[in-house]
């Protein structure tokens, strides 16, 4: 690591070094916005003495549910350098989930726009929740963006964040059926993006685009803050649209695109059948790619495909090498880890903490400098997957002769739809919750582009069978879009064991 690596340990660090850099320097593009580092710099400092002014302070937790968009940057970055921390919300929540969120992160305030701010207008009411509004119209009890920057230095009097300092926690689905805050500090995004810009060799001249949203952690992490330690520009797209994707790259001339598991099979099977691409791309960081069809998605993108594999609770994960093509059904070798940190540790164990030959499925266990600190006032989830240093992902894999690792499945229950993990037990209790269901299970059905359907089988109270159409509606109204089952099975009981839990393996098989 550089002498001057080794002062650049928190985001705003390597926000404040960039702007001295690469003052003039395109750091983001959107639509046909583009905002230079130093630009993005002054306006973050603008924000940050907006927050101090309305009384956020340091470890103070801010939402921010928004759009792609660039004020999402600002706020999270203004937030990081007064030592507040960004809770992202997934712009898919409603009621009772997105209640939780914001009452368990212990949230003083939220970022939003129009979209969503009837969403947020009863959690409110019932709380002490400022609601900071985007655009025209932010009514009674509502405070205007503008507001935050009105009369503000663009200067900033510096906090003294450490490297250790709680920057992020974003929200992700568990077993118990709860969503769990991942407590990520600014050394997680520092230096998971600097391991994320030497797996994928990017630099000042290139320019990394997402259409991913801000709310994950893989446009957080290996987008927005890749671009900032690779001194790079960031094309921030709204959305990924499989059919307006090659207009989007033809008119900004990325190097670089980075997508989540489900898009690049959409995005292959869209354009397996036309012309091979001739653009500016030269690889494309992603999961998903249809087993077998490597080489030729290379071929019809003109492009190095490097997968990746990682997690919310640490970015630092694995990704396929850039000395050797990307082996069929395999996420490659550990990241690579900045001095004086230690190596990324990647280990494959079975059940009783062994380390597996070769071919031998085991759990995936990874020791880095980006681990999370553990679950948000979670202290049992967190012993449970942090042990002696390493993290227990839940999740199963294989690895070659090599040490080449090959993603198996996830162990845990959960599902995968759209790029999301989905708890079946929040399902569950959800469907469990309506007046005639006795009990709920909901389990996978394996569907296209690596996602799964969501299947609920059902046991109805006594005489109390209502329709498979109320509870689609009944769960559409507590839970995100994208977690409610598409199908549906009628059962008088349940399978379960000695301890009365569900045996899932006899509903996958019947």
């Known amino acids: 690591m550089t002498a001057v690596a080794e002062c650049l340990r928190t985001i705003g660090d390597l926000i404040e070094s960039n702007a001295r850099r690469y003052e003039e320097k395109t750091y983001l593009l959107h639509g046909d916005q583009q905002i230079s580092f130093g630009a993005i710099h002054r306006l973050s400092n603008k924000l940050a003495n907006g927050f101090l002014r309305l009384g956020i302070r340091g470890n103070d937790k801010v939402c921010l549910m928004l759009s792609n968009r ?204 036309s012309a091979d691409w001739q653009t500016s791309l030269r690889k494309i960081v992603a999961g998903g790619v249809p087993k077998g069809e490597y080489r030729n998605f290379e071929r019809k993108f003109g492009v190095v495909l490097q997968n990746i594999y990682s997690m919310t609770e640490t970015p630092m994960g694995l990704m396929s090498p850039t000395d050797g093509p990307a082996r069929d059904g395999g996420v490659g070798f550990a990241m690579p880890a900045d001095d004086p940190y230690g190596p990324n540790l990647v280990r494959v164990v079975n059940e009783h903490g062994q380390d597996c030959a070769p071919g031998e499925i085991g759990e995936i266990i990874l020791k880095n400098a980006a681990l999370m600190d553990g679950y948000f006032k979670d202290p049992a989830a967190s012993q449970q997957a942090l042990r002696d240093g390493f993290l227990y992902t839940g999740d199963k894999v294989r690895t070659d002769a090599d040490g080449y690792v090959y993603f198996v499945g996830r162990g845990r229950d959960i599902l995968r739809k759209k790029g999301h993990n989905i708890s079946a037990a929040e399902v569950e209790a959800t469907l469990a919750a309506h007046p005639a269901v006795l009990e709920a299970a909901v389990i996978g059905i394996p569907a296209d582009y690596g996602d799964d359907e969501i299947k609920a089988f059902i046991v109805f109270r006594e005489n109390q069978r209502v329709d498979w159409k109320v509870l689609q509606d009944w769960c559409g109204e507590h839970l995100a879009e994208f977690k409610v089952p598409q199908v549906f099975d009628v059962a008088d009981a349940l399978p379960k064991n000695a301890m009365g839990r569900i045996m899932k393996n006899r509903l996958q098989n019947p």
């Open 70 to 273: 660039p004020e999402f940057l600002y706020c999270w970055f203004a937030l990081n350098k007064i030592g507040a921390v960004m809770v992202p919300v997934n712009t898919a929540f409603r009621g009772q989930e997105l209640s939780y969120i914001i009452r368990h992160a212990e949230a003083k305030a939220i970022v939003t726009e129009a979209l969503f701010r009837p969403a947020l207008l009863e959690i409110a009411r019932e709380s002490d929740l400022q609601i900071i509004h985007i655009g025209d119209g932010a009514g009674e009890g509502v405070l205007d963006y503008g507001c935050l920057l009105s009369g503000t230095a663009d200067t900033l009097t510096p906090f003294g964040i450490s490297e250790n300092d709680h920057a992020v926690y974003p929200y992700t689905s568990g077993t118990t059926g709860l969503p769990k805050g991942v407590m990520l500090s600014h050394r997680t995004y520092v230096q998971a993006a600097r391991a994320f810009v030497k797996a994928v060799g990017a630099g000042p001249a290139d320019r990394i685009m997402t259409p991913n949203p801000l709310f994950h952690i893989n446009a957080e992490c290996y987008s927005a803050m890749g671009s900032m330690a690779a001194g790079a520009s960031l094309v921030l797209l709204e959305r990924f649209s499989a059919s307006g994707l090659k207009g989007e790259v033809e008119r900004y001339a990325p190097t670089i695109l980075v997508l989540v598991l489900a898009s690049a099979s959409i995005l292959y099977k869209k354009y397996r059948d």
